[in-house]
């Protein structure tokens, strides 16, 4: 089954004080099996963002369905979606956002913070993970004295490191130079193959699409293509 299906999803926007209507989604459907790497891709304005927003319950569709695991969650409560996004979601942004005033290690542990896990083994658990992850050596350090690529390192570490079903990432090297842009998406394969994480990704950058197993082409608010990648850097 899939994770993720969304059926006929609509988002309208009032466009300024014109009276006019964008329509950022035009009934569009996609799946997306557990455990995919999915990237999204399409000009500016295709609605990239409206479609991940609305998946991880940021924004209301005006019509459609979001079902997760087979429970549609396209009128969960505010109270619900927190707790969905809480235990079930990672984000990852083009501009890393990582808290300026914590390290890399606290950076890391705040999603289990917010599960409630232990002091003591979450403490454990993200010198494990960070280890893993080769970025032990930075544990200390703060987002200031970190290049991008080592920023969106980590805040891809804190997006998975509760093993959420899905991370949800929007331009993530948007920012970054191509070999940076590479330790990102090596890391992001490495996360989805080890955890069986389903990773949902918008980006313009064809390099970034290149680690998927599917490519999805979204224009108008509409899928109008696929590219299912069997030759992707890693077999699905
Ligand atoms: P993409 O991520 O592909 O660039 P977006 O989802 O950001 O596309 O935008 C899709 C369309 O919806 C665009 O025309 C955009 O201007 C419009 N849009 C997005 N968010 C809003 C909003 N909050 N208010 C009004 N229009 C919006
Ligand atoms: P991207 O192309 O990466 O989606 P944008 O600059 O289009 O970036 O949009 C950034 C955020 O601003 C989006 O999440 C969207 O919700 C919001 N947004 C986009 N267009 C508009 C708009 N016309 N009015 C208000 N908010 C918008």
Redesign the pocket.
């Known amino acids: 089954m899939s994770l993720l299906q969304v059926r006929k999803l609509t988002k309208f926007?009032a466009?300024?004080t014109s009276g006019l209507v964008?329509k950022a989604l035009d009934r569009l459907d996609l799946d997306v099996p557990q455990g995919e790497f999915v990237c999204i891709m399409g000009p500016?304005?295709s609605g990239?963002?409206?479609l991940l927003?609305i998946v991880a319950g940021l924004?209301r569709p005006t019509s459609g369905q979001v079902v997760w695991d087979g429970r549609d969650v396209t009128r969960l409560s505010a109270k619900e979606w927190a707790a969905l996004r809480r235990r079930d979601l990672g984000f990852v942004f083009?501009t890393f956002n990582l808290l300026d005033a914590l390290t890399v290690e606290e950076n890391v542990a705040l999603p289990l913070m917010l599960n409630r896990v232990d002091v003591a083994s979450a403490a454990e658990r993200v010198r494990v993970f960070l280890s893993e992850l080769n970025l032990l050596e930075i544990a200390d350090r703060y987002p200031h004295e970190l290049s991008g690529g080592q920023q969106q390192r980590v805040a891809v570490a804190r997006a998975m490191v509760h093993r959420p079903k899905l991370v949800l990432a929007?331009?993530p090297t948007?920012s970054l130079d191509s070999a940076s842009s590479q330790s990102v998406l090596e890391l992001f394969m490495e996360l989805n193959a080890v955890q069986t994480t389903t990773i949902l990704m918008?980006t313009h950058d064809p390099f970034a699409a290149s680690y998927a197993h599917r490519v999805v082409f979204m224009k108008d608010g509409k899928v109008y293509n696929q590219l299912d990648r069997a030759g992707s850097r890693r077999s699905f």
């Open positions: 926007y466009a300024g964008v500016s304005g990239k963002s409206t927003n924004e083009q929007d331009e948007g918008a």
